[in-house]
């Protein structure tokens, strides 16, 4: 029982940290401001997470495990691929417009800086080889273009929700505007 609870401590402190660094980013999160989001005392963060930059590093392993989560029954190679990737668009340009730019471009000392480039890293490679499995899964269904290289267009895909994209789609109605895009994609990956 006690696990439980320090576990669903743990996670109210995360998702206060995610908050605070969303609204204010890395240098101007204070551990008073998290604590106070989270109903707790300051030193009780501190208990979980000795320090600033590793509550960073535990709140982006936590947001990435919910992401990937998401991501992986959005890219079921049992659904249609262009449905498959016209949700997963919608969910990450979703999810960018929510908690905003900032987190992606928190900014502090070099270990800061290394921790959201190993975060971004690690979204990158993971949702590279689900795209990448399920675009393999599409062209071996004869959904897509057999000359299609699925690593390339993995990579493409995964860099389509960008802030720039996630701004558009904000000021357009969203599955307008993801529905646009992949008709622009798939008129590379039909197969012909």
């Known amino acids: 029982m006690a696990t439980d609870a320090r576990s669903r401590r743990r996670e109210e402190i995360l998702q206060a940290a995610f908050v605070e660094f969303c609204e204010k980013g890395y240098d101007r999160a204070k551990i008073e ?6 109903g707790i005392g300051k030193s009780t963060v501190y208990e979980y997470f000795p320090s600033k930059a590793e509550l960073l590093t535990a709140t982006g392993d936590f947001v990435l495990g919910q992401i990937f989560q998401d ?13 498959a990737l016209a949700d997963y668009l919608e969910y990450v340009s979703s999810m960018m417009g929510s908690i905003g730019a900032s987190f992606l471009h928190i900014v502090g000392d070099m270990s800061v800086t290394q921790i959201v480039h190993n ?9 590279t080889a689900s795209l990448e499995r399920v675009l393999q899964a599409a062209q071996d269904r004869g959904e897509i273009s057999q000359d299609i290289n699925v690593r390339t267009a993995s990579q493409m895909i995964v860099t389509m929700p960008n802030p720039p994209f996630v701004r558009l789609v904000r000021q357009d109605h969203l599955r307008d505007s993801i529905e646009r895009l992949v008709d622009l994609l798939f008129a590379g990956l039909a197969p012909r």
């Open 33 to 38: 401001e998290i604590a106070h989001r989270a």
């Open 71 to 83: 991501v992986e029954s959005l890219l079921s190679t049992d659904r249609p691929v262009r449905q």
């Open 119 to 127: 975060l971004c890293k690690r979204y990158l490679v993971t949702i």
